[in-house]
């Protein structure tokens, strides 16, 4: 049978194949792996699991949980090719995070955001336009951050107006319909984003146009336009007479989303 390292190593190879990330996942799996070394174990037991997971105790709480979250979802893909290993039980480390409150922006506030991105310098630059159009391409789509700083222009089918998301955190492949001005995307797609400088941009401006006080370091986030794109998208069925149960299944993944022609052009054009 081979060895614990070699069955994480093809895990994370199998895991990695199907679109997942796994930066956290591996490097902690492959710890666990040298600790199991040390300790001469030849299968996973609920005792060394647990103690590795507790290993650091200056950790809080909420990371013991994760790192033990790690090795009970390696055990559970494992035990099918090793009987021996032990699942640790879920519950083992309670820990249940606070989940931060959505915020539902309003019309005005969007407005707001968008009139102050504008404003950014320099005035005659890219930048003032790009980050408008950026928070526009937010607040209609439902696009996560991630998703909106990844694309390119072989994403952007013009004759079909559609706009290819190929990187989102299932591996999924999906498109929003924007049927707007080729120039909504060219400005965005022109630029090297990192999310830490958008995120900052959007923090500052927030504070700019008081969604947030001047020191304040919580409040209304990018995420958040996702769940305004929900509520409203769902407002928009309820009113058009839709069965919502049978699309939520769609609204859930995202993969095709039509945008209202008028509402993306207000939103992103002013």
Known sequence: MKSLRDAITEYLALRRSL????????????????????KAA???TTALALEWAMQHVDHQPSTWTQRLGFVRVFARHWSASDPRTEIPPTGLLPFRAQRVRPYLYTEEEIQRLLAAAKGLPPSNGLRPRTYHCLFGLLA????????AIKLERKDVDLN?????????????I???????????????ITVAWKSSTVRRTFYNLS?????????????????????????MTLIRWYRAGEDIERRLPMLS????????VTHLRNLVFG
């Open 207 to 231: 504070r700019q146009i008081g969604l947030r006080g001047p020191v304040d370091h919580t409040g209304p986030r990018l995420h958040d336009f996702r769940h305004r794109f929900a509520l």
């Open 42 to 44: 030849p299968y996973i």
């Open 19 to 38: 679109g997942f990330k796994l930066r956290n996942t591996a490097a902690q799996l492959i710890e666990f792996a040298s600790f199991l070394e040390q």
């Open 160 to 172: 079909e107006g559609l706009l290819i998301i190929r990187q989102t955190p299932s591996a999924a």
């Open 174 to 188: 999906g498109s929003c319909q924007l049927r707007a001005h080729p120039a909504f995307c060219s400005t965005i």
């Open 253 to 260: 993944t995202l993969v095709i989303v039509k945008i209202p």
């Open 140 to 147: 209609v789509s439902g696009l996560r951050i991630s998703e």
